[in-house]
C-alpha cells in the first residue's frame, strides 16, 4: 500500500543545533506506528514538523506521495486531516465538555461558515456517541477545566477522534495515567487504528511491547533503525544508545 | 434564560422610556454614556470573548466622530470654507473633505474606515502572530500617532479644538430639545440592536471559537480554525461599533476633539468594561453607564477630590472583582443555588444543549 504519509531528508536546525539531521519515515494507511528513542532524540520535533508547528529548513513532508505539506500552516494541515495531540492537555478549560468536542467536529472552519452555522441533529449524535466512547457523559456540561488529568487526556483524544482523522500524531498519550487507564488508551488506539493512521511518541516500554506492530527509534536527530519490538530489542545499535555504551554519546 | 431575555427588554425599555423621567440636562448626559455603552460592548467582544486588549479604540471612536463631525462642519458652513480652515489660511477645501459634504457618504465611512482601519492594524499584527502585550502596545501606539496627526494638521482638523459649533443636521437644527430627544432614543436603539447581534454572535459556534481563541490560541489552529480571519472579524466590528457610537456621539455632544479619542479616554473605555465585567455583554454597557455617572456625580458633589474617589473605584474593582460587577453577582448567585439545591443539576444543564 502507498504511505499516506512519507518524511524524505527532514532537516531542523535551531540556532545552529541539528534537531532532526535527515529524517526519513513512512507511515502506511491503519498503521500504528510508535517512535521512541532517547531524549533529544528528536521525536517530538518530528512530530511538530509533520503538524506544522516547527517549520523544516530542508527536505519534503509529503501527504499521500503527492502533496507537499512542509510549507503550509498549522490548521491548513489540519484541514487536510493530520491532527495532532500534544504532550499537556490541551483542551479548552472555560468551554464544557460538550463545547469542546462540539468545537472539533469535522466542519467547514472558515469564520463565515461557522457564524451561520447550527447544531444539526446529526452532529449531536455524534458528540453523545463520543461521549460514550470516552466515558465522559456524566460530565458533559461541565467546565473541562474542572475534570482530572486522565478524563482531559480522554477529552482531548475525543476531540481528535471528532475530526475524524486520516493521521492522528499522539505525544505520549499515557503519561500521567494510572495502570487500568493506560490499558483503556491502548485499546482505544487500535481501535482507531481501523480508519485511520496512528504515529506515536512513548516513552513507556511495557505499552510500546503490549500495543505496538512496527517501531522506529530515533537517536540524535535521525532513523536509528525500524522493525518490530523483538527485532528492536535484539538490535545492539539500540542496546549502546539507550545505555550509553557508546563514548560519543551526548 | 427566558427570565434573562425580560430583565433585558426591561432594561432597554427603561433606558428608552428616558425622556419621561430625567431632566433635558441628565437625558444629554444618558445619551453620551449610552454612545460610550456601545463602544464599551466592541471592546468587551474583543478583549472579554476573545482575549485581544485593544488600548486604542478611541482611534476608532474619534475617526467615527470625525467622520460624521465633517459633514456636520461643511454643512453649517453652507458651502463656503469651514472656519477653522479660513483662520489656518487655506484657501480651498482639501481633497479629502469634499466627499463628506454627503451625508450618505460621511455616516457609510464613520463605520467603513474605522473597520478598515482595524482590519489592516488587525491583518498585519494578527497574522504574525503578535499579541498579548505587544498588541496592546501597538494599539496604544497607534493613538499617539493619531492624535499627532490630528493635532498638527491644524488647517485640515482644526487642531487641539477639533471641529465644533455644529447648527444643522439633515437640515434640522441640532440645538431643539426634541431633536435631542429623538437623537438619545436612536441612541437606545442602536445599542439594543447592537446588544442583541453581539450576544447573537457570542452565543454561536462562532463565539466559542472566539472564547477557544482567547484560552488558547494555538490549540484553535490545531483544530484546523484560521484564529487570524477570526480575531481580525472581531476587531474590525469592535471599531465600527466604536465608529458608530462616535457618530452618535458628536450629534449629541457637537464637538469632538483629539482630546477624546487620546490614551487617556482610550485606557477609561477598557476600565468601563472591566468595572461592568468583561465577560458578559451587559456587564460592558453597565459598566460604562456606572463609571460615567459615578465620573459625573463626584465631579459634581466633590469637584475638588472626585478624581480620587474614581481611583479608588478602580482600584477596588480590580483587586476584588477581577470579573467586575456582573462577575460579583453571577458568583454569588452560583453560590446561593448551590446550598439550594444539592445534586439535582439536571435541569438546569438541560438548556445549555438547546
Given at each position: 500500500?502507498?504511505?499516506?504519509?512519507?518524511c524524505?531528508d527532514?532537516?531542523?536546525s535551531?540556532?545552529?543545533?541539528?534537531?532532526?539531521?535527515?529524517v526519513?519515515?513512512?507511515?502506511?494507511p491503519?498503521?500504528?506506528r510508535?517512535l521512541?528513542?532517547?531524549?533529544?532524540?528528536?521525536?517530538?520535533?518530528l512530530?511538530?514538523?509533520i503538524?506544522?508547528?516547527t517549520?523544516?529548513?530542508s527536505?519534503d513532508v509529503?501527504?499521500?506521495?503527492?502533496?507537499?505539506i512542509?510549507k503550509l500552516q498549522?490548521?491548513?494541515?489540519?484541514?487536510?486531516g493530520?491532527t495532532?495531540k500534544?504532550q499537556?492537555?490541551?483542551?479548552?478549560s472555560n468551554l464544557?465538555?460538550w463545547e469542546?468536542?462540539?468545537l472539533?467536529i469535522?466542519q467547514d472552519?472558515?469564520?463565515?461558515?461557522?457564524m451561520r452555522?447550527?447544531?444539526?441533529g446529526?452532529?449531536?449524535e455524534k458528540i453523545d456517541?463520543m461521549?460514550?466512547?470516552?466515558?465522559?457523559?456524566?460530565?458533559?456540561?461541565?467546565?473541562a477545566g474542572m475534570?482530572?488529568?486522565g478524563?482531559?487526556q480522554?477529552?482531548?483524544?475525543g476531540?481528535?477522534?471528532m475530526?475524524?482523522p486520516e493521521i492522528?500524531?499522539?505525544d505520549?498519550p499515557?503519561?500521567?495515567?494510572?495502570?487500568?487507564?493506560?490499558h483503556?488508551?491502548?485499546e482505544?488506539?487500535h481501535?482507531?487504528?481501523?480508519a485511520?493512521?496512528?504515529?506515536?511518541?512513548?516513552h513507556d516500554m511495557?505499552?510500546?511491547?503490549?500495543?505496538?506492530k512496527?517501531v522506529t527509534?530515533?537517536?540524535e536527530?535521525?532513523v536509528?533503525?525500524?522493525?518490530?519490538?523483538s527485532d528492536?530489542?535484539q538490535?545492539?545499535?539500540?542496546?549502546e544508545?539507550y545505555?550509553?555504551r557508546?563514548?560519543s554519546?551526548? | 434564560m427566558?427570565?434573562?431575555?425580560?430583565g433585558?427588554?426591561?432594561?432597554f425599555?427603561?433606558?428608552?422610556?428616558?425622556p419621561?423621567y430625567?431632566?433635558?440636562?441628565r437625558?444629554?448626559?444618558?445619551g453620551?454614556?449610552?454612545c460610550f455603552a456601545i463602544?464599551?460592548?466592541?471592546i468587551?467582544?474583543?478583549w472579554?470573548?476573545?482575549?485581544i486588549?485593544?488600548l486604542?479604540?478611541g482611534?476608532?471612536f474619534?475617526?467615527?466622530?470625525?467622520c460624521?463631525?465633517?459633514?456636520?462642519?461643511?454643512?453649517s458652513?453652507g458651502?463656503?470654507l469651514?472656519?477653522f480652515m479660513e483662520w489656518s489660511g487655506?484657501s480651498?477645501?482639501?481633497a479629502f473633505w469634499q466627499?463628506?459634504?454627503?451625508?450618505?457618504?460621511?455616516l457609510?465611512a464613520?463605520l467603513?474606515?474605522p473597520?478598515l482601519?482595524a482590519?489592516?492594524?488587525?491583518f498585519?499584527?494578527?497574522?504574525n502572530?503578535i499579541?498579548?502585550?505587544?498588541?496592546s502596545?501597538?494599539?496604544q501606539a497607534v493613538?499617539?500617532?493619531?492624535?499627532?496627526?490630528f493635532v498638527a494638521k491644524?488647517d485640515?482638523?482644526g487642531?487641539?479644538n477639533?471641529?465644533t459649533?455644529?447648527?444643522?443636521?439633515?437640515?434640522?437644527?441640532?440645538s431643539s430639545?426634541l431633536v435631542q430627544i429623538?437623537?438619545?432614543?436612536?441612541?437606545?436603539?442602536t445599542?439594543?440592536?447592537?446588544?442583541a447581534?453581539?450576544?447573537?454572535?457570542?452565543?454561536?459556534r462562532?463565539?466559542?471559537?472566539?472564547?477557544?481563541?482567547?484560552?488558547?490560541?494555538?490549540?484553535?489552529?490545531?483544530?484546523?480554525?484560521?484564529?487570524?480571519?477570526?480575531?481580525?472579524f472581531?476587531?474590525?466590528l469592535s471599531?465600527?461599533l466604536?465608529?458608530?457610537?462616535?457618530?452618535?456621539?458628536?450629534?449629541?455632544v457637537?464637538?469632538i476633539?483629539?482630546?477624546?479619542?487620546?490614551?487617556?479616554?482610550?485606557?477609561?473605555?477598557v476600565?468601563w468594561?472591566a468595572v461592568?465585567?468583561?465577560?458578559?455583554?451587559?456587564?460592558?454597557?453597565?459598566g460604562a453607564?456606572?463609571?460615567?455617572?459615578a465620573k459625573?456625580?463626584?465631579?459634581?458633589?466633590y469637584?475638588?477630590?472626585?478624581s480620587?474617589f474614581?481611583?479608588?473605584?478602580?482600584?477596588?474593582?480590580?483587586?476584588?472583582?477581577?470579573n467586575?460587577?456582573?462577575?460579583?453577582v453571577q458568583?454569588?448567585k452560583?453560590k446561593?443555588?448551590?446550598?439550594?439545591?444539592?445534586?439535582?443539576t439536571?435541569?438546569?444543564?438541560?438548556?445549555?444543549?438547546?
Amino acid at each position: 500500500m502507498p504511505p499516506i504519509l512519507s518524511c524524505r531528508d527532514v532537516r531542523v536546525s535551531f540556532n545552529g543545533f541539528q534537531a532532526l539531521q535527515g529524517v526519513d519515515l513512512d507511515v502506511s494507511p491503519q498503521e500504528v506506528r510508535f517512535l521512541i528513542g532517547p531524549n533529544g532524540a528528536g521525536k517530538t520535533t518530528l512530530l511538530d514538523v509533520i503538524c506544522g508547528k516547527t517549520k523544516a529548513s530542508s527536505g519534503d513532508v509529503l501527504y499521500r506521495e503527492v502533496e507537499n505539506i512542509r510549507k503550509l500552516q498549522e490548521h491548513e494541515i489540519v484541514r487536510r486531516g493530520i491532527t495532532r495531540k500534544f504532550q499537556a492537555p490541551s483542551i479548552f478549560s472555560n468551554l464544557t465538555v460538550w463545547e469542546n468536542l462540539e468545537l472539533s467536529i469535522k466542519q467547514d472552519r472558515s469564520i463565515w461558515a461557522v457564524m451561520r452555522t447550527k447544531m444539526t441533529g446529526e452532529e449531536k449524535e455524534k458528540i453523545d456517541a463520543m461521549l460514550d466512547r470516552i466515558g465522559l457523559k456524566e460530565q458533559r456540561h461541565q467546565m473541562a477545566g474542572m475534570l482530572a488529568h486522565g478524563q482531559k487526556q480522554w477529552l482531548e483524544i475525543g476531540m481528535q477522534l471528532m475530526q475524524e482523522p486520516e493521521i492522528l500524531l499522539l505525544d505520549e498519550p499515557i503519561a500521567g495515567m494510572s495502570g487500568t487507564e493506560r490499558h483503556k488508551t491502548g485499546e482505544l488506539i487500535h481501535e482507531i487504528s481501523a480508519a485511520c493512521s496512528v504515529l506515536i511518541v512513548e516513552h513507556d516500554m511495557e505499552f510500546v511491547r503490549n500495543f505496538s506492530k512496527q517501531v522506529t527509534v530515533m537517536h540524535e536527530g535521525k532513523v536509528l533503525c525500524e522493525g518490530t519490538m523483538s527485532d528492536i530489542q535484539q538490535n545492539e545499535q539500540v542496546a549502546e544508545v539507550y545505555l550509553g555504551r557508546r563514548e560519543s554519546a551526548c | 434564560m427566558d427570565k434573562k431575555k425580560l430583565g433585558y427588554w426591561l432594561f432597554f425599555i427603561a433606558l428608552f422610556l428616558g425622556p419621561l423621567y430625567l431632566t433635558e440636562f441628565r437625558l444629554a448626559l444618558m445619551g453620551k454614556f449610552l454612545c460610550f455603552a456601545i463602544v464599551a460592548l466592541g471592546i468587551c467582544l474583543i478583549w472579554g470573548y476573545t482575549g485581544i486588549l485593544s488600548l486604542g479604540h478611541g482611534v476608532y471612536f474619534g475617526l467615527g466622530a470625525y467622520c460624521t463631525a465633517m459633514y456636520l462642519k461643511l454643512e453649517s458652513a453652507g458651502g463656503e470654507l469651514p472656519d477653522f480652515m479660513e483662520w489656518s489660511g487655506v484657501s480651498a477645501l482639501p481633497a479629502f473633505w469634499q466627499p463628506f459634504s454627503n451625508p450618505v457618504f460621511a455616516l457609510g465611512a464613520s463605520l467603513v474606515i474605522p473597520a478598515l482601519l482595524a482590519a489592516m492594524l488587525g491583518f498585519l499584527t494578527f497574522k504574525n502572530r503578535i499579541k498579548g502585550v505587544y498588541f496592546s502596545l501597538i494599539s496604544q501606539a497607534v493613538v499617539v500617532v493619531f492624535v499627532t496627526l490630528f493635532v498638527a494638521k491644524q488647517d485640515w482638523t482644526g487642531g487641539t479644538n477639533g471641529l465644533t459649533n455644529f447648527t444643522t443636521f439633515l437640515g434640522i437644527s441640532l440645538s431643539s430639545p426634541l431633536v435631542q430627544i429623538a437623537l438619545y432614543m436612536l441612541t437606545v436603539i442602536t445599542l439594543g440592536i447592537s446588544f442583541a447581534l453581539a450576544s447573537r454572535l457570542t452565543n454561536s459556534r462562532a463565539g466559542r471559537v472566539l472564547s477557544a481563541i482567547r484560552d488558547g490560541e494555538n490549540r484553535v489552529r490545531f483544530l484546523g480554525f484560521n484564529p487570524t480571519s477570526y480575531k481580525v472579524f472581531v476587531y474590525s466590528l469592535s471599531a465600527a461599533l466604536a465608529g458608530l457610537a462616535g457618530t452618535l456621539f458628536v450629534l449629541q455632544v457637537g464637538l469632538i476633539s483629539p482630546a477624546m479619542m487620546g490614551i487617556i479616554p482610550s485606557i477609561e473605555m477598557v476600565l468601563w468594561v472591566a468595572v461592568g465585567g468583561r465577560h458578559s455583554l451587559i456587564g460592558a454597557i453597565l459598566g460604562a453607564v456606572i463609571v460615567n455617572s459615578a465620573k459625573s456625580f463626584f465631579s459634581e458633589t466633590y469637584p475638588d477630590i472626585w478624581s480620587i474617589f474614581l481611583g479608588l473605584l478602580f482600584i477596588i474593582v480590580v483587586m476584588f472583582l477581577p470579573n467586575g460587577l456582573v462577575g460579583m453577582v453571577q458568583s454569588w448567585k452560583d453560590k446561593r443555588k448551590k446550598s439550594k439545591q444539592k445534586g439535582g443539576t439536571a435541569n438546569a444543564t438541560d438548556s445549555v444543549v438547546s
